[in-house]
T-cell receptor, first 111, second 109 residues
Framework: QKEVEQNSGPLSVPEGAIASLNCTYS??????FFWYRQYSGKSPELIMF????GDKEDGRFTAQLNKASQYVSLLIRDSQPSDSATYLC???????????FGTGTRLQVFP | NAGVTQTPKFQVLKTGQSMTLQCAQD?????MYWYRQDPGMGLRLIYY???????DKGEVPNGYNVSRLNKREFSLRLESAAPSQTSVYFC????????FGSGTRLTVV
């Protein structure tokens, strides 16, 4: 079992819809969770982080964390073509400052 | 506000050649990392440094060496490049959450 798992996609949604990206992790003691966006040929950039159960909202983005079920998700409301990118889930295991990355989900938003 | 600076951006090596990838950060972060990114494999940690003077192996350290020259700089060396090391390399630094450099696209022929 991979430590951090994501569906590779592509996830295709129409402009204006909600895109839902999911991630599961294996280390139950993981403490912090991050979502990065990576455009083709570019480096990953941090868009959201969460460390408490529940929802965290930032503009059009909402991160959701359920530690009991070991999943974290990212919702993008009012999706735009500029949101088309690969979204990487990253998990901070216990007792370390390293991040373990999933392989990413490619999102395509079509007009 | 440079953040994390990596050089070079592109490099082509012949099998057996050596090279050093440079990374510097100006955010006064203690922790620095080297990752490689391959299609379908995601980002995999090569080496990391939790503080100046310390380095530790990550998931895929074979064929690489690192030097934490000072708090700002963390270099990655390929002593004898192999085609399997063709990849995109990212340096990152963090206090909490990573800031990535722009990457080095390396091809070994």
């Amino acid at each position: 079992q991979k430590e951090v798992e994501q569906n590779s996609g592509p996830l295709s949604v129409p402009e204006g819809a909600i895109a839902s990206l999911n991630c599961t992790y294996s280390d139950r003691g993981s403490q912090s969770f991050f979502w990065y966006r990576q455009y083709s040929g570019k480096s990953p950039e941090l868009i959201m982080f969460i460390y408490s159960n529940g929802d965290k909202e930032d503009g059009r983005f909402t991160a959701q964390l359920n530690k009991a079920s070991q999943y974290v998700s990212l919702l993008i409301r009012d999706s735009q073509p500029s949101d088309s990118a690969t979204y990487l889930c990253a998990v901070n295991p216990r007792n370390t400052d390293k991040l373990i990355f999933g392989t990413g989900t490619r999102l395509q938003v079509f007009p | 506000n440079a953040g994390v600076t990596q050089t070079p951006k592109f490099q082509v090596l012949k099998t057996g050649q050596s090279m050093t990838l440079q990374c510097a950060q100006d955010m006064n972060h203690n922790s620095m990392y080297w990752y490689r990114q391959d299609p379908g494999m995601g980002l995999r940690l090569i080496y990391y440094s939790a503080s100046e003077g310390t380095t530790d192996k990550g998931e895929v350290p074979n064929g690489y060496n690192v030097s934490r020259l000072n708090k700002r700089e963390f270099s990655l060396r390929l002593e004898s490049a192999a085609p399997s090391q063709t990849s995109v390399y990212f340096c990152a630094s963090s206090e909490w959450g990573y800031t990535f450099g722009s990457g080095t696209r390396l091809t070994v022929v």
